[in-house]
């Protein structure tokens, strides 16, 4: 499209100029520039061709001689090589040149090839190197420069300013205000550059437009300011907000409301009035506990007129055991919820187990900087008990591997091990410091300061370690290394022999001409009288079954079995043995012995009491697999068996095998399943190479594998090392290995080197450095620990509020939306950060404030002017999530406070309420509303009717209880306030109207009817 779009701008400004001479400045060079000088300019001057000055190409190459013939194109070996007249054809591995464009070239040597250049005074050249050159090397090269430009816009050479891109010419000489350049760099309109808001100053600006007014003036000794895109860290980057260091100190009185009250009078925003007791008791519990409220704790709370009343409900909540649950939830949602096992995807580590653990984290108010690096780290960190070594820690440090992507072929397919490293990366970036690390895995990140070469330096801590299976008694990191390393011993030993036994297997065949297909070859002759016999048994179990159907008046299926019998019986006639091979023994032990959803020839001919032909089916089925084992050993052992004397050496290696398989606690084929009760899946040092960087491995090894055999990757030691980075992100085209390092925006320290640094990371002993990374993700006073602390800020008051103060919770970065109230969000992570990272003590803060005390509640003025409620002026109404709903309709079903789920049909409700994906990291619950909810609710018989009974007869209501008498009891237990004096007469009414219509109904129906009314309202699955 940008070839199609830059060729028709070239032909349009050939007509335009047919009048003229071609220009080799204005016409010649931006297409030479942009077709031509990727191989032939002063650094790199393929065939000894400089295209980028007229000397150079009258100079020429090392074999054609003179690039042009003035006055003479036919003469000219650059228009034959561009036209095909001349090998080699131009561009090499491009596409051919419109013939517009060599048409353009043609008119300027037949002008006579001449040089209009300009020379520019000595005072504008220096005048560009002052003002222009730096912004533009600081703020465009990272996008306009090298093989693929934004936009086709190179801004690198003045020939790429005025070629333009697929907007059209980036400037027009000595006219600013005509210069798209000057219009974008103004952001007066559509276009604005740099991009995301990061603005020029006036001086800047003025000096461009300048710049365009004197010509464009450009040093005559280089042309080509940069030849590929340039990574850059700008004042803006620096000064964006999430990348600003945390405030030294606050004030001694700041807080929540103070600094909220600033913008309330700003906007003229009168803040709500405070929420009555009940319903703040009741979002109060929701939000910490993810449960309603009890009837009696509503009652002690109303009654409780001391000052410090909901200070001790606060207190209480907080050190509720479901606190941690339901903080927890909250964090799982940013690890894919703790969910995997499903087929293909790994490892099958010990879902249950984390979310458990994690419970007892947040429970234990333990620091949220050593929960990251847990995540990072915990194999490697001491446990909090006083060990050396934590299971669940070193389980949480498998997280960043549980992504939605496969782990099947993960070993042999380069392209499934580095979508797997990127999951881990993402990890990294979305799910702690708030940021898309993972966009800097193609090109420098559009928006944040991450290069691409920063990517890969942190992809080379998660590539350097893996998964292993360790004890779950393992009581130190001794312990667990010796388990880790003993299991990939036994890995490592089982490839190798089965690598010999291939081997060995492959010679034997070979140098018996061919012995397993001469064995094979032997056997239809001996299989085909039982094939034959086995279709007959299949005619007898038809025969049966076409009797039976017969039997029961079944016309239709009777006929449908005659049709079936007869193309059998048919087929029996001129009997013709399939092709054998595995498969076809796959597939006649699935038709004799059953399937899945497919129904065997023994369970139907039991079915028809046909034990007879049972007991042939029987014998049927164990020949066929003792003859498919027989194929698997003669194509194992080259065409002998294993009784054989000359595959002796070779049983023996397959018996070690069995008993290493004895020995193997997980199964390394299938790591999307759980090893045994005994162990579980943890993060262990020593990770996958990339399947291409085997090959020196194989051959040091002599053992011959195919590329696709897994065998061939655990054979070989684990890899610690660095990440290999792949030109535009692709697996195919991989360059230099990056050393591991922090990237350069953020600070150094931990032992971490920016990845710009040449330099190894120091390894003694030689390990992951993921303990490196994990102590600079929280290195005090750091920027990086300052967007953490900003993170997890933020991520609170969203549950808090249903909105985050920056309303992109996983993208903080100048990607993301700004805050209203960036302030807001570093005074309370300065203090996060200064009392210990304590959630617990945070959130106390933030439910204690007026802000989160306010009612929902607000006038259409003041609501006209904060409509999004950004300043937070009043609470927002928001729709419970899947757990708590599920948990409060638990509680009414059985009358307990924290009732199991499992009487419920969980699926159902998360169906219809959002329960969160598996495969993403969710940073936002989805809240809908829907029809279906309403109809599921009123219509699903184990829902709102059960419950309501339930709720009846618990209560005790009886026939002779009326509506009226016990209202504040179900409003209590249903809404958790009292009902109101309308309520009360609507509830009057109620009851008179369900009498009007059904004479025989009784007082218990209309209670019942009634609270199935309140379950399926608004009020009841929504927090005001």
Known sequence: MKL??????????????????????????????????????????????DLTRLATMHRGGDELGAAIVPGEPDKSPL?????????????????????????????WITEGAKDDTPVFPADDVAFFEREIRPVLAER????????????????????GILGGGARGSAATVGKPDESLLIKAVRQEGELQMPRGGDKLSDAQVAAFETWVAKGLPWPADRKVLAREKQFTISDSDRKHWAFRPLPKDLPTDWNIDATLKLHHERLGLNPSQPADKYRLLRRVTYDLIGYPPTPEEIAAFVQDSSPGAYDKVVARLLESPQYGLRWGRHWQDYTRNGANGQSNRGPGFDSERYSEWVAECFNEDRPWDWFARVHLAGDKMPALDGGDYSIDQALAAVVPLNGQRTFEEIGTDTFVL???????????????????????????????????????????????????????????????????TEYRSLVSENAR???????????????????????????????????????EIEIAVVSAELAAARDAGSTKLAADIRTTLLELEEKLL????????????????YFIGGHKSQIGLIERARDLKQDELVVELDRQLEYWNTERDQWTERSRYGGYAKTDPEVAELVQADERIAEIAALLVANIAQPWTAPKETHRYVRADGGLR???????????DGLKFNSNNPDRVWLHPHYVGDARLLLRGDVLYPDELIPRGAPEFFASGAGLQPASHNHQQPNDPPDSGRLQLANWLTAPDSTQSALVARTAVNRVWQNLFGEGLCRTPKELGRLGERPELPELIDGLATRFVAEGWSLKQLIREIVLSDAYRRSSVVSDEEYEKDPENRIFARHSVRRLEYEPILNTMAGLLTGQSFAPTSKLNAADYAQHFDRPTVYDLVDRRSASISATQALFLMNNSGTTRKIAAEVATRQGFDKHTELDDVLDTIYAAILHRPPTDEERTFAKAFVTRRRQQDATSTSTQHISEFITLLLCGNEFLYIE
């Open 497 to 535: 022999l089965n690598g010999f036994i291939r081997q060995a297997g492959i010679k034997l065949n070979v140098g018996g001409g061919g012995r397993v297909k001469k064995w094979q070859q032997s056997r239809p002759e001996i299989l085909a009288p039982v094939d034959k016999r086995l279709r």
């Open 690 to 700: 990339r399947a291409e960087d085997l090959e020196p491995l194989d051959e040091a």
């Open 418 to 484: 580095m979508d797997k490293l990127d999951e881990s990366v993402e990890f990294l970036g979305r799910s702690l410091l708030g940021i898309s690390l993972e966009c800097a895995r193609c090109h420098d990140h559009k928006f944040d300061p991450i290069s691409q070469r920063d990517y890969y330096a942190l992809l080379g801590f998660f590539q350097s370690s893996w998964y292993a299976p360790v004890p779950v008694a393992a009581a130190s990191r001794a312990e667990a290394d010796e388990a880790v």
């Open 79 to 107: 228009v034959q090589v561009l036209t095909g007249a001349k090998e080699p054809a131009m561009p090499e591995n491009g596409d051919p040149l419109p013939a517009e464009e060599i048409e353009l070239l043609r008119r």
């Open 140 to 159: 465009c090269f990272k996008c306009h420069a090298g093989d693929e430009p934004e936009h086709g816009l190179r801004l690198t050479s003045r020939q």
């Open 574 to 589: 001129n009997h013709r043995p399939p092709v054998f091979d595995l498969r076809t023994f796959k597939q006649l032990n």
């Open 4 to 49: 199609i779009t830059c060729s028709a701008m070239l032909l349009l400004a050939a007509t335009a100029h047919a009048a003229e001479p071609v220009s080799f400045d204005r016409d010649v060079l931006p297409l030479l520039e942009r077709r031509c000088n990727k191989c032939h300019h002063d650094e790199e001057q393929s065939g000894g061709l």
